[in-house]
């Protein structure tokens, strides 16, 4: 499994940006999926964004899109969030999951890898929103 490090969470004021970083161990990716998942207290955990090397593009949920921005830089095996005009309901703590696979792997996979117990997991970056 990847060993994953995230960074770049902090406190920003309604408004803000904030570019968030997953970093991932070892050898430069070659078929991966990598998304970025948030959980704010009592909620469930809900999956932001998603980058594969398979898909076109990538994907939003509907509660970022515009605003969020995925991209991944394989030279670095780093993928980066860039978070723009946060509110206060982003407020959350922010982890990574990726999986990596000798076979192309898609996005719309990564939910069931997920479930199966064989992604791989950041340790979280905390995001408050507030002024």
């Known amino acids: 499994q990847l060993l994953l490090v995230e960074s770049g969470g902090g406190l920003v004021q309604p408004g803000g940006s904030l570019t968030l970083s997953c970093e991932a161990s070892g050898d430069r990716l070659k078929n991966y999926a990598i998304a970025w998942f948030r959980q704010a207290p009592g909620k469930e955990r809900e999956e932001v964004s998603c980058?594969?090397?398979?898909?076109?593009?990538?994907s939003y949920a509907a509660s970022v899109k515009g605003r969020f921005d995925i991209a991944s830089d394989t030279a670095k095996n780093t993928v980066y969030l860039q978070l723009n005009s946060l509110k206060p309901e982003d407020t959350a703590v922010y982890y990574c999951a990726a999986v990596e696979s000798v076979t192309p792997v898609k996005c719309v996979a990564l939910p069931l890898i997920i479930k199966a117990g064989l992604a791989s997991w950041g340790q979280g970056t905390q995001v408050t929103v507030s002024s």
């Open positions: 980058f594969s090397s398979s898909d076109a593009s990538p």
